[in-house]
């Protein structure tokens, strides 16, 4: 279904629950035993009743979303209101929940609604979720109900999320997805009992756009089945934390100067490796795993302040949760927790690609290497004696390694 068309059959719902219609979006009897609309809450006790009736999602993402009080939250595609009136309640008088949805006459209906409930903690915004009218880092926590499966640029609607977020930032959804690829015939099934399925994602397809985007603890639990592999379910991920004013990111190949410029500085200390010159950006790209490798940025100036990368250490399939990392961090900005939050954000992202074990080696005068990697739990496991010659004199490497307590276990 193109853009406009998806605006046009949700004013149209809209204008009927303006109306005092109560609007359903898919088959009555799924809809109610899916747990959509307001099947899917326990806790709408005094919502406008326009709220209710207008309510079209397929779950409750505000009760996954473990939303506090202060907080800022964005729901995506917020239709009539009710997760952002909902959010509401959570965040208090010092929070604010915005709502953001393609259709006029929804934001109409969703103010319509927070008025009624006296709601004032709230703002409705009209566009789209491809293009989110917010600034970077606006928000703590970004909710949605059955929307991004609708979007025919998932990647985008994810991008803008992740760009909205403050580092230590949330992603909560309900959403349709499939456990499979789905056929025409299979998805016109699916269409025709639960109204939004036919952009829905696969679970694989969804966890790569996040990780993609750089998301990280990325969770997809499957809530309610639908029949021919498609299913409600609730999807989970965090933007990487890090101190105010800095972003964690995937690598890009736009970062290569400033990459390897920082790589240098590291290899002229003399402590950070045997390699004594940067390798250039194709060497450095084709040796490092793409989906391992992220950058500490300044969000406004653009610049790269610190990274990490994994490498595999073998081609052997028994070896394929197994990799090799670095992690070094501009020179002037060294001792700023900024090493500490690009591994923890690297050994997160390792737990959604199925690492077992991530493992180094580090001079042993480089003492303060150690101890950080001993901060986010590695371990030493030996020292390799006079294991190679460095600028004229034969030195040990202290072996690190973390092992996962969750895969391989």
Same mark, same amino acid.
């Given at each position: ?143 949605? @109900? ?151 940025? @300044? ?111």
């Amino acid at each position: 279904m193109a853009h406009d068309e998806i605006i046009d059959r949700y004013s149209a719902l809209a204008r009927s629950a303006l109306s005092g219609e109560r609007i359903v979006d898919c088959e009555p009897g799924s809809f109610a035993e899916g747990g959509f609309g307001p099947a899917g809450y326990d806790d709408t006790a005094g919502l406008p009743d326009g709220a209710l009736r207008a309510s079209l999602g397929c779950g409750n993402p505000v009760a996954v979303a473990e939303i506090r009080a202060g907080e800022t939250v964005l729901d995506l595609g917020s239709g009539g209101g009710i997760d952002v009136l909902l959010s509401a309640r959570r965040v208090g008088p010092h929070g604010t929940v915005f709502g953001l949805d393609a259709s006029p006459a929804m934001v109409e209906l969703a103010r319509r609604n927070a008025e009624q409930a006296g709601v004032t903690n709230v703002r409705f915004l009209q566009g789209t979720i491809e293009e989110i009218p917010l600034p970077g880092h606006a928000v703590d926590v970004v909710i949605s @109900n059955c929307v991004i499966n609708l979007s025919r640029d998932k990647a985008a609607v994810l991008a803008e999320a992740f760009r909205v977020l403050r580092p230590g930032g949330r992603f909560g959804v309900s959403d349709v997805v499939a456990t499979q690829v789905l056929d025409e015939q299979a998805r016109q099934r699916a269409e025709q009992r639960v109204g939004c399925a036919a952009g829905s994602l696969t679970v694989q397809e969804y966890r790569d756009l996040l990780v993609a985007a750089g998301f990280v603890g990325v969770t997809i639990t499957l809530t309610v089945d639908h029949g021919d592999g498609v299913h409600s379910a609730i999807v989970q991920a965090e933007k990487p934390a890090i101190r105010a004013g800095l972003e964690i990111r995937p690598m890009r190949e736009s970062d290569a100067a400033e990459v390897l410029a920082i790589y240098q500085a590291g290899l002229d200390t003399g402590q950070a490796s045997f390699e004594t010159v940067a390798p250039d950006w194709g060497k450095f790209t084709a040796s490092r795993l793409p989906h391992l490798r992220h950058v500490a940025v @300044n969000p406004d100036s653009g610049e790269v302040l610190g990274w990490v990368a994994a490498s595999a250490v073998s081609a052997r399939s028994v070896y394929a949760g197994v990799v090799e990392h670095s992690v070094y961090v501009h020179p002037g900005c060294q001792a700023h927790g900024i090493g500490r939050a690009l591994l923890r954000a690297f050994i997160a992202a390792c737990e959604d690609a199925g690492v077992w074990t991530i493992q180094s080696g580090v001079f042993p005068e480089n003492v303060a290497s150690l101890a950080l990697h001993q901060a986010v739990g590695f371990r030493v496991v030996g020292t390799r004696e006079r294991v190679g010659c460095h600028h004229g004199v034969w030195r040990d490497v202290v072996m690190v390694e973390r092992r996962s307590p969750v895969v391989g276990t």
